[in-house]
């Protein structure tokens, strides 16, 4: 676990941040190659996205904290303080979302078009991001002895061998990133590219909820087997009325 990167004149680099910031970097500047690719303008995607991060991260970081509220409810400064890790994608999305369609339509940019090439940036950033969780001790897995395990510490620094979920995510965001390339010119409508993505990513994490530390019983139905069950459903839905 290293949750302070590095220092820099004095200056603590927390792993969580700078592994999110480094994310989002290298997603939007591979947004914007596929933008082209996508024969959209560029320049007002670019602007648009940056415009959308904000309820993203807002929303993401909020349903984390919620779904934690038992360790911030004490400690509400904690909620926004930027050496803390964990956030959301099913908090963040939705309200990317809602906000995109006024946003979108302001800039003259296809709905489902901008958010095939959004997956580009969400999935590199998800990729970064998730070794940023691994560095920072959060949203790791359950205490092991499988042989798929990895000695690994929790968020309170106690090592044991675990099931590698951040790893696991990191590599799943890997593997739909590189499905949503090979088979972009084979997907049948705009915005099917990011129900695809985005179902992929319900079914993935409902795998990795049932392994994480912070799940407790792997039988139980929690808040997020619920989402990931019900984004999987909605996305699937809608990809085959639209086919």
Known sequence: MRRVLFHWHGIRVYS???MLYLGLVIGLIAQNYAAHVARLNALSVFVATLLLLIPALAGARLLFVATHWEIYRNEPARIWRRSEGGAAMYGGLPFALLCSVPLLSLFSIPFGRFWDVAMVTIFIGMIFTKFGCLLHGCCGGRATKSRFSLLLPDANGKWER???TQLLEASWA?????????LWSRFPFDGAASLFAVAGYATGRFVFECIRDDQG???RLTIGRVFSVSTAVIAMAVFFIMA
Not at 174 to 182: N, P, R, T, W
């Open 16 to 18: 969580y941040p700078a």
């Open 217 to 219: 019983n792997t039988g």
């Open 174 to 182: 890997a593997v739909l990133l590189l499905g949503i390339v090979v």
């Open 162 to 164: 675990r099931f590698p």
